[in-house]
């Protein structure tokens, strides 16, 4: 079980949990404004951040503000979390306009000048561009070739080939060719490599 340790901080109560692990009980915190120092060694060695949480009286009030030196996976995969999956975006199909959302997306393929978004329901056509597409939708899409954007939450698996390209089997079974220049960072956001 994880031991507690209670200190002042700027007027503030502190908690650092110590020991903790994924299958350690939750305590439930009151009487906020608290810093809440977690170490998640369980998921990142390095990982370690400061959340404040302060009680307001509306849902017009709350919000989220995130301070990072950087954005990270974890920053990405932290806001698309809070966001609730509210990225979304046009695509047609058969003259008729759908909006969907960015985490039914299993990936997004330029071909002679036109965008197709793949899904479990099908192929799409897009207006976008992939460069839009890649900035728009952030967090766990990347490029995997100069024509192609993957959600990395759909692979199922990778294995890779003498030529030094990867072959990524998505969730729906469709195997998806990660190309060399982009193998390094797909691997690294994998957790891989």
């Given at each position: 079980?994880?031991?507690?340790?209670?200190?002042?901080?700027?007027?503030?109560?502190?908690?650092?949990?110590?020991?903790?692990?994924?299958?350690?009980?939750?305590?439930?915190?009151?009487?906020?404004?608290?810093?809440?120092?977690?170490?998640?060694?369980?998921?990142?060695?390095?990982?370690?951040?400061?959340?404040?949480?302060?009680?307001?009286?509306?849902?017009?009030?709350?919000?989220?503000?995130?301070?990072?030196?950087?954005?990270?996976?974890?920053?990405?995969?932290?806001?698309?979390?809070?966001?609730?999956?509210?990225?979304?975006?046009?695509?047609?199909?058969?003259?008729?306009?759908?909006?969907?959302?960015?985490?039914?997306?299993?990936?997004?393929?330029?071909?002679?000048?036109?965008?197709?978004?793949?899904?479990?329901?099908?192929?799409?056509?897009?207006?976008?561009?992939?460069?839009?597409?890649e900035v728009m939708l952030g967090g766990y899409f990347m490029r995997c070739s100069k024509s192609m954007i993957i959600n990395l939450k759909k692979i199922k698996n990778v294995k890779?080939?003498?030529?030094?390209?990867?072959?990524?089997?998505?969730?729906?079974?469709?195997?998806?060719?990660?190309?060399?220049?982009?193998?390094?960072?797909?691997?690294?956001?994998?957790?891989?490599?």
């Amino acid at each position: 079980m994880a031991e507690w340790q209670t200190q002042q901080t700027q007027n503030l109560p502190t908690i650092n949990r110590v020991g903790s692990s994924p299958t350690s009980p939750t305590k439930v915190l009151k009487n906020p404004p608290l810093v809440v120092s977690i170490n998640g060694g369980f998921l990142y060695q390095e990982f370690l951040m400061q959340v404040f949480i302060e009680k307001v009286d509306s849902k017009e009030e709350e919000q989220a503000v995130i301070k990072a030196v950087e954005i990270t996976d974890e920053i990405s995969g932290a806001v698309e979390l809070l966001e609730g999956d509210s990225k979304s975006f046009a695509v047609s199909k058969d003259g008729k306009v759908y909006i969907i959302k960015a985490s039914v997306v299993y990936y997004i393929e330029s071909i002679d000048k036109k965008t197709f978004v793949y899904t479990k329901q099908g192929c799409y056509d897009c207006k976008y561009r992939l460069y839009e597409l890649e900035v728009m939708l952030g967090g766990y899409f990347m490029r995997c070739s100069k024509s192609m954007i993957i959600n990395l939450k759909k692979i199922k698996n990778v294995k890779s080939q003498i030529s030094g390209r990867v072959d990524a089997t998505m969730l729906n079974d469709e195997i998806v060719v990660i190309s060399r220049g982009y193998v390094k960072e797909v691997k690294r956001r994998l957790g891989i490599g």
